[in-house]
């Protein structure tokens, strides 16, 4: 049983800076695909951040390209999303999600596509 906990939202003043932690826990495949999502009051979920464990390959939103950036640990068991230049419209819940194995879809943006989930961390950007 795999189990995603993700920390280290807060509240900023736009123009700061945030660092999202997410701690994985139990089995999942290793050379995986790790994303961060976040979904906003009245919009979809959208992936924001992608890391393939296999390689440590990246891929990014236009909207946080530049500012955001998705990295792992050495033991692969935790994931971070280093937040730069927040902007008010980065105010969303953000969660850390786990691919499910055998993903082989580059660059896998689509929530469906991932089986674990982490509860969301509350991220809000102030003007």
């Known amino acids: 049983q795999v189990q995603l906990v993700e920390s280290g939202g807060g509240s900023v003043q736009a123009g700061g800076s945030l660092r999202l932690s997410c701690a994985a826990s139990?089995?999942?495949?290793?050379?995986?695909?790790m994303g961060w999502f976040r979904q906003a009051p009245g919009k979809e979920r959208e992936g924001v951040a992608i890391?393939?464990?296999?390689?440590?390959?990246?891929f990014y939103a236009d909207s946080v390209k530049g500012r955001f950036t998705i990295s792992q640990d050495n033991a692969m068991n935790t994931v971070y999303l280093h937040m730069n230049s927040l902007k008010p419209e980065d105010t969303a819940m953000y969660y850390c999600?786990?691919?499910?194995?055998?993903?082989?879809?580059?660059?896998?943006?689509?929530?469906?596509?991932?089986?674990?989930w982490g509860q969301g961390t509350q991220v809000t950007v102030s003007s």
């Open positions: 999600a786990g691919a499910a194995d055998g993903t082989t879809v580059w660059p896998p943006l689509m929530s469906s596509l991932y089986k674990y």
């Open positions: 890391i393939y464990t296999g390689d440590g390959r990246t």
């Open positions: 139990g089995y999942m495949y290793r050379s995986n695909c």
